[in-house]
């Protein structure tokens, strides 16, 4: 199954860029890269989600490799509300029925 | 407000006691899935369903049941509770099982079997 590697935390300050590296380099052409964050106390929620090219949204950025073996999710401005532990999940064609949340990147924010 | 809801979101409850955790999403979602979180395990699917009355079991089904006989609505079953089903449970539903689809999640339901 494909596996995705994260460092355990992170730590940003305020008002400043972050950037959460992923490596998932077992990665099959028709996996699906998906970011979700768990708040303290709170169900996971979806930050964004890419197939090859680089993606943006409202809450963030995705940056995909060009080989695919990794990405990195990019909050532009890190807030004290973005304190969280940030999941990076690959959706395959044998696992599309489900999340398989490995254990994520704790990150603080500092004010 | 696009939502899922989960009830009750605390309880406490002893061995044996059959309860029940609901479920409920008005997005008109097809699949939805039960998770388990415990420290050192992360998140793990113990039931899901692809639409009404189609359900299948996840990763860790053992003790639990789980009915879709509407669309919105996909409660967890535990007939006869043990410690070792304490956890924090979360409902998530998604338009459909396709991979590019997101998942939304409940606010959980903090379970301490006695």
């Known amino acids: 199954d494909a596996k995705t590697t994260q460092p355990n935390s992170m730590e940003s300050n305020e008002e400043e860029p972050v950037h959460l590296p992923c490596n998932h380099s077992t990665i099959s052409g028709t996996d699906y890269i998906h970011w979700y964050r768990q708040l303290p106390s709170q169900g996971p ?18 940056a995909i490799a060009e080989d695919r073996k990794s990405s990195t999710l990019i909050l532009h401005r890190a807030t004290l509300r973005d304190a969280a532990v940030y999941y990076c999940i690959l959706r395959d064609m044998e696992y599309g029925n489900k999340l398989v949340f490995g254990a994520g990147t704790i990150l603080r924010v500092k004010s | 407000e696009a939502q899922v809801t989960q009830n009750p979101r605390y309880l406490i409850t002893v061995t044996g ?25 992360g998140l793990r699917q113990i039931y899901y369903s692809m639409n009404v009355e189609v359900t299948d079991k996840g990763d860790v089904p053992e003790g639990y049941k789980v009915s879709r006989k509407e669309k919105r609505n996909f409660p967890l079953i535990l007939e ?24 939304y999640f409940g606010p959980g339901t903090r379970l301490l079997v006695l």
């Open chain 2, 80 to 103: 006869s509770p043990s410690p070792n089903q304490t956890s924090l449970y979360f409902c998530a539903s998604s338009l459909n099982f396709a991979r590019e689809e997101t998942q």
């Open chain 1, 45 to 62: 929620e979806y930050v964004i989600h890419g197939l090859t090219s680089n993606v943006n949204n409202r809450m963030a950025s995705l």
């Open chain 2, 17 to 41: 006691k059959k309860l029940t955790v609901t479920c409920s999403q008005n997005m008109n979602h097809e699949y939805m899935s039960w998770y388990r979180q415990d420290p050192g395990l």
